[in-house]
């Protein structure tokens, strides 16, 4: 008799995942980036100027190429989907209650945290300056007009994400009135889509490099010295930020949402938000995990995912009142019902017109800052360790976003086809 063989098939072995990789590659450079901190501190400014800083400048502006063609042609997609007009306002008018409940409740957070905590308590030397130049920002009235584009190409050419949003509404809106002569434009709209989705494909494969430099140049040039003299500060805003992921876990769960296919699903996005720190960089990938991998309805995700990018920010919330209660207790300011008042509307008002870009909540913390009468110049003592924290707030974001994207799919029972 012949013997049997004895070879066996060889065991598939399976492919790492793009979330793995980029957060092999966070690793990595924030130990490159401590490495050239503590024992290079010579070389990193050439290093950061020529190498660091222009790959990771490059990388962002790579996968924000696809941002607007996304955005756009994929509202109008799902807009089409819906069946009048109508049920666009009802969309709209329960994701905006949504948001403001979360929302509000993520600057509440904030500011019971840095109460509790006090991080300003220890810091000391910090005195006002008597006169502090401050660049007014729009009134609300004028922010909610600024949204009413002009010209719609100038909007998508500019990147305004949230006139680009309007402009793809009334679009959207004007293809279902048209008929099936808006057929063609819809077919466009899917070819722009499609292929956005192809390039976003291949950004990502160096999408690794990207975060890696990113970081590195963040680490090499601050280092963990300012960490640690903002330790409590730091402490604070991530116990803030953890507490509202859980609350929002336990949304998912009263909803029967599955929030450990929830986030698995959106793994890539959160370690894509981690490392660039931007909303709206992570936006495409967001969608595409929504979608493909946690099966959210097509009608919803590609209505309100973007529409959260380009309003909802919890990071922003938590950190607006977090911020300026710590600045009030570095100054010694005394904290009155009307301050905390002023902080908590101005801090809610603030994070809803927060660009989806690193940095950007520091910029906008001159108008809350100045409606609590605080100092301005308080900013200074935050902002280096900002980019630092930028990372776990725009995990909230997306976060948050998306949550709330799920909260408006139980609201609005799925219609027959």
């Known amino acids: 008799m012949e013997a049997p063989s004895q ?17 092999a590659s966070l690793a990595l450079g924030i130990g490159f980036g401590a490495v050239l901190n503590l024992y290079f501190p010579a070389s990193i400014p050439t290093l950061d100027r020529y190498l660091l800083d222009p790959v990771g400048r490059a990388f962002l502006r790579l996968i924000q190429f696809v941002v607007i063609p996304i955005v756009f042609s994929s509202l109008i ?8 007009a109508a049920q666009v306002g009802r969309y709209a008018a329960k994701l905006l209650t949504s948001y403001l409940f979360t929302s509000s409740i993520a600057v509440g957070l904030g500011l019971i945290i840095c109460t509790v905590l006090k991080p300003g308590a220890g810091l000391t030397g910090f005195t006002a300056i008597a006169e502090t130049q401050v660049h007014q920002n729009q009134s609300l009235v004028d922010w909610l007009v600024s949204l009413v584009p002009v010209n719609p190409l100038e909007a998508l050419s500019t990147g305004n994400l949230l006139q680009t949003i309007f402009s793809a509404a009334l679009i959207g809106v004007g293809i279902q009135f048209a008929g099936e002569k808006g057929a063609s434009f819809v077919a466009l709209m899917e070819s722009v889509y499609v292929i956005s989705e192809k390039i976003l494909s ?14 590195s140049s963040v680490i090499a040039t601050q280092g963990f010295e300012l960490i640690a003299k903002l330790f409590v500060y730091v402490l604070g805003l991530f116990i803030s930020t953890l507490i509202m992921i859980s609350l929002y876990t336990l949304i998912l769960l009263v909803l029967q949402a599955k929030p450990g296919k929830f986030f698995q699903s959106l793994a890539p996005s959160l370690s894509l938000a981690f490392g660039t720190a931007s909303s709206n ?22 209505f309100a995912i973007p529409l959260g990018t380009a309003l909802k920010r919890d990071g922003s919330a938590i950190l607006q009142g977090f911020n300026a209660l710590f600045i009030a207790q570095i100054y010694h300011v005394p904290l009155t019902a009307e301050l905390l008042l002023a902080i908590a509307l101005s801090s809610l008002l603030v994070s809803f017109s927060t660009p989806g870009v690193p940095g950007s909540a520091i910029i906008t913390m001159a108008t809350v800052l100045g409606a609590a009468g605080l100092p301005v110049e308080g900013i200074a003592i935050v902002a280096g360790v900002d980019r630092l924290t930028d990372g776990f707030k725009t995990v909230l974001n997306v976060i948050g976003n998306v949550t709330n994207a799920v909260i408006l799919s139980r609201w609005e029972p799925e219609m027959p086809i």
């Open 202 to 215: 291949l950004i990502l494969y160096i999408a690794p490099v990207g975060v890696f430099t990113l970081i």
């Open 281 to 302: 960089a992570a936006l495409p990938v967001v969608l595409q995990n929504a979608q493909q991998e946690y099966g959210l309805r097509e009608d919803i995700a590609s």
């Open 77 to 84: 997609l799902g807009l089409t989907r819906i069946s009048n």
């Open 7 to 23: 070879t066996q098939a060889p065991a598939q072995t399976r492919p790492i995942s793009l979330s793995t990789v980029i957060l």
